[in-house]
């Protein structure tokens, strides 16, 4: 270990790169040569590089710095290269680098992203096998990897943001992994369309950073965060006043004082916008349900246990600004609890496996940002950590069950759907048993990860108390009102029965009562060809027709026990109620800074134990209800429900309509911008600037083409023209002249040259003018004029043919007539001249140098 | 021993050259306007000369002349092979009927 040290200091931590390149090597070699390399190979490649990555994460992580260098925010910095630079509004220089810092927080999320990644690579290098993109989806899986550990290693914002960026290229390629369904393909991009409106949000909160602390860099934040706490005026804005704007305006739009909220506010809600489109929460959580359409393990990875936690960690890491303001916490919280029910609300009623899971990491997510939105960074970190496990378990559980499902239908949706399910516990025991713990684990039984991490963040938010920074600035901050942690943690608990409940009509849809798969056997010929397979014969399991659904082989199981493991005991990390929290000590010092304005409300002292009962009545409640509907009576309360209000159900299953209320807003608007554009694009850019500038060029190529006759003769005919006319041209005589006048501002001299040509002689006429009487060789005139002078020159030109040529040359100097007679700076006697006897002309006075021609 | 004068030479050349500029332009038979160019290379090779006797601290002229005498020869071998060519294709040697790329 000493060695180790010795080899990777603290400041120059280079380990830090071969966690990341192993990833990106492995989606390089897997991408580019994959197709050679056989599934054998890429199956190598994949899962060598996302182990050897683990392995490395895992030495980086036990070569934190702990006890007293943790505490004063030691951690592993390595620095590759100065990206670039940019200038902050003091004109100081920001440096922006390509850097990396590992600290607890993230040293963890780096052992949850390479660990739970390998399982989930072991797991689709089996679940894939036969599929033709095999070295595609490897690619991608590995490309994720290094994307995401961009992210959590990235030591300042914008290095974060190309992780950001690049674990949602990746998010968007896989989604739409069987891009030949139209459906697929175009999950994927709604995925990707919504995420660019969270991560404008993102870019906006970068601006103000740079704009208010001069720095990306997150321990620069946390440093400087205290100037956040600027006001800002948010209306009116520009220069709307009383008076650019007519009365009746004004006196709708223009409050009496000004809106100031302070810039803490706008970059907390800015990068919260960011979060939320990453992490699926209202308004923006509608990607995420759709982008179920690819591979389950993909499910399982990106949009379950690692990426979508994303805006999580980055709540976390930026809790030095959110904590400066109540109300951008308290947009959390609530944004928070109210994607935790609305969510579970949904998750109620669905038939597609996998969209129970996906409203269900929706619902989680939202657990995970009460727990950041009420300052339980940590906490809201632990769940983060615990629902890897549990949620990674549950979606590949499902991906076995589809897998098995398979043998019988060959159909996407068909294969999802839980009334085709049922009785499975018989056929895939190891798939059930994971099952199951992790369904206890998420429905919060006792004493499981799930329990620890949801308990622990309900207790938060009911005790809670966000204390703004006071005396810092004359905006009084927004106060968190008392109520409002209790009314969290109720719509939590509430939340909290429903995930038990659906969770567990999940299982008992899934793994017990009779097998309904029976009668669907797609494509399959058995000994009784001709058999009507529509028949219904579930009656008892000798009828059976075709293959029976078997267990996943042995790469598919192991993950699925090690994550159900992780799931039973991975609560025991932090502990809380009992004092057992290795992670919660880890943590500490990372949010040191962050948790110093997080009270514990008075009135809420002492209640820890009593408020674990509700939460535990929750996990009781829901489970035995769905154990008593759809165990006992198989659903038969279900039916009731629908039957009695078909229209409430309806509207649940159709998923509150949000999506067509945004088909019919927000995408009806935009579609019909489209309309405009594509307008203008058919009768503007086709129809007038194509179609004209088509005619333009036609047009010349008519008159054009009469010269171009391809005739040899007709060409050289213009050209002997041609020559002719320039044989004409050097015979005549030229007078040309030019006049340098560069020094005649100083001392009034001007060289006039005439221009040279075959045989010319020249002759200079005009006073004062000294020069031969006749033509001579004397191509240049040197002149002094006086100011105020005007002169006329002559020059004769006369070539070898003794044709002349005549042109008369004015030359002035601008000023008074004798207001600097002698050039050579004596100021004439009894003139009242500036020091030095220089006259200084204003230069707009000057006039320009008159040139005539004769 | 009276010299011509220069001004004879360059008459001379002038009128081969006018002579072959205008076969040149004005004559449809592709041998024909070879045999102009070669007249108006001639007329220019014959002012070189003309020039050279009068300037004889150099021998350029002459010496250029040479270059031009074996360009033309380059230039008549080239031209008849293309006119040779063209004779293949069209059955003509008329200039005129050199219009395959219009058409």
Not at chain 1, 239 to 255: I, Q, Y
Request: charged share 15%; with cysteine.
């Amino acid at each position: 270990m000493e060695a180790l040290k010795s080899q990777f200091p603290a400041t120059s931590f280079s380990l830090l790169a071969i966690v990341l390149l192993l990833p990106a090597l492995g989606a390089f070699v897997n991408g580019v040569f994959g197709k050679r390399l056989g599934k054998e190979g890429v199956r190598l490649m994949a899962l060598s590089a996302i182990g050897g990555s683990f392995l490395a994460s895992l030495l980086t992580f036990l070569m934190l710095p702990r006890g007293e260098d943790a505490e004063q925010g030691g951690r592993l910095v390595w620095t590759a290269w100065r990206w670039f630079s940019i200038s902050g509004r003091m004109q100081q220089s920001i440096p922006i680098d390509v850097s990396f810092a590992v600290d607890g927080l993230n040293a963890t999320m780096m052992l949850v992203v390479t660990g739970v990644g390998f399982l989930i690579h072991l797991y689709s290098s089996e679940y894939m096998k036969k599929d033709d993109g095999y070295h595609r989806f490897f690619a991608y899986l590995n490309l994720f990897c290094f994307s995401m550990l961009v992210l959590i290693m990235a030591d300042n914002l914008a290095l974060l943001f190309v992780g950001w960026e690049g674990v949602g290229m990746c998010s968007y390629l896989l989604i739409g992994f069987w891009f030949g369904e139209t459906k697929n393909a175009s999950a994927g991009r709604k995925a990707f369309i919504v995420n660019r409106i969270g991560d404008f949000g993102l870019l906006v909160a970068m601006s103000m950073l740079i704009y208010y602390l001069g720095t990306l860099r997150f321990s620069g934040i946390e440093a400087g965060a205290t100037s956040l706490m600027a006001p800002v005026k948010i209306w009116p804005i520009g220069n709307l006043s009383p008076e650019t704007l007519p009365s009746w305006a004004a006196a709708v739009l223009l409050p009496k004082q000004p809106v100031m909220v302070y810039a803490s506010t706008l970059v907390g809600l800015a990068v919260f916008l960011g979060c939320a489109g990453k992490s699926a929460q209202i308004p923006l959580y509608i990607w995420l349900p759709d982008a179920m359409a690819g591979p389950t393990p993909v499910s399982a990875l990106i949009h379950a246990a690692t990426m979508v936690t994303a805006g999580v960690y980055l709540v976390a890491r930026l809790g030095a600004v959110f904590i400066l303001s109540p109300a951008a916490m308290a947009t959390v919280a609530i944004t928070g609890a109210a994607t935790a029910l609305f969510a579970a609300s949904i998750g109620l009623f669905q038939h597609d496996l996998k969209k129970v899971l996906a409203y269900s990491t929706v619902s989680q997510l939202g657990f995970m940002f009460i727990g950041v939105g009420v300052g339980a960074f940590a906490s809201g970190f632990f769940h983060v950590f615990t629902h890897a496990f549990f949620k990674a378990c549950l979606f590949l559980g499902a991906g076995s069950v589809i897998h098995a499902m398979h043998v019988r239908i060959h159909d996407t949706d068909q294969s999802q759907d839980m009334r085709k399910m049922g009785g499975l516990a018989k056929y895939l025991p190891v798939t059930r048993w994971t099952f199951l713990i992790s369904c206890l684990s998420i429905a919060g039984a006792p004493l499981l990860a799930g329990f620890w991490s949801k308990d622990e963040i309900l207790w938060k938010a009911f005790s809670n108390e966000i204390v703004g920074p006071k005396g810092m600035s004359s905006l009084p901050p927004w106060a968190w009102p008392t109520w409002l942690g209790p009314a969290i943690y109720w719509v939590g608990i509430l939340s909290a029965t429903m995930t038990a409940f659906y969770m567990f009509r999940a299982y008992f849809l899934t793994f017990h009562g009779e097998f309904r798969g029976w009668t669907i056997v797609r494509g399959w010929k058995g000994p009784h060809a001709g058999h009507h397979h529509d028949e219904p014969h579930a009656e008892d399991d000798k009828a059976l027709e075709g293959p029976v659904p078997h267990e996943s082989p042995l790469p598919m199981t192991i993950p699925l026990i090690v994550l159900a493991a992780f799931a039973l005991f991975a609560g025991f990390l932090k502990a809380d109620p009992i004092h057992i929290e290795p992670l919660g000590h880890l943590l500490e010092p990372v949010f040191k800074t962050a948790e110093t304005s997080i009270h514990e409300r008075a009135s809420a002292k002492g209640m820890e134990w009593i408020m674990m009962l509700p939460g535990f009545l929750a996990f009781v409640v829901g489970a035995g209800g769905a154990a008593f509907v759809y165990l006992k009576s198989d659903g038969a309360q279900e039916k009731a429900f629908i039957k009695s209000f078909p229209r409430l159900y309806k509207l649940i299953f159709d998923k509150w309509r949000i999506d067509e209320l945004y088909d019919a807003t927000i995408v009806g608007m935009v579609d019909a911008l489209a309309d405009i554009f594509e307008m203008a694009d058919t009768w503007i850019v086709d129809g007038i600037l194509a179609k004209l500038s088509a005619a333009i060029v036609g047009a010349a190529g008519t008159v054009l083409r009469a010269f171009q006759t391809g005739k040899v003769q007709a060409y050289s005919a213009s050209m002997v023209i041609g020559l002719a006319g320039v044989g004409w041209f050097i015979v005549r005589p030229h007078a040309i002249a030019s006049v340098d006048d560069s020094h005649l501002k100083q001392t009034g001299q001007v060289v006039v040259s005439a221009a040279p040509g075959f045989g010319y002689s020249y002759k200079w006429e005009g006073p004062g003018v000294i020069a031969a009487k006749d033509f001579s060789e004397t191509r240049e005139l040197k002149m002094e004029l006086q100011p105020g002078d005007k002169k006329e020159v002559v020059l004769q030109v006369k070539n070898a043919f003794n044709g002349v040529d005549t042109q008369t040359i004015t030359l002035a100097r601008p000023g008074k007539r004798g207001a600097n007679a002698a050039p050579n700076n004596a100021p004439p006697a009894g003139d009242l001249l500036p020091e030095g006897g220089k006259v200084v002309i204003p230069a707009d006075k000057i006039p320009e140098l008159i040139r005539g021609h004769q | 021993m009276t010299s011509i004068p220069l001004e004879y030479f360059l008459i001379v050349a002038a009128a081969l050259f006018l002579i072959g500029s205008v076969g040149f332009l004005l004559r449809r038979n592709l041998l024909v306007l070879l045999m102009s160019i070669e007249l108006m290379l001639n007329a220019v090779n014959l002012t070189l000369v003309a020039y050279n006797r009068v300037y004889t601290e150099s021998h350029t002229g002459q010496i250029f002349t040479f270059f031009v005498i074996a360009v033309a020869a380059a230039e008549a071998a080239v031209g008849l092979a293309i006119v040779l060519a063209f004779f293949r294709v069209r059955k003509s040697v008329r200039s005129d009927d050199a219009d395959l790329l219009r058409n």
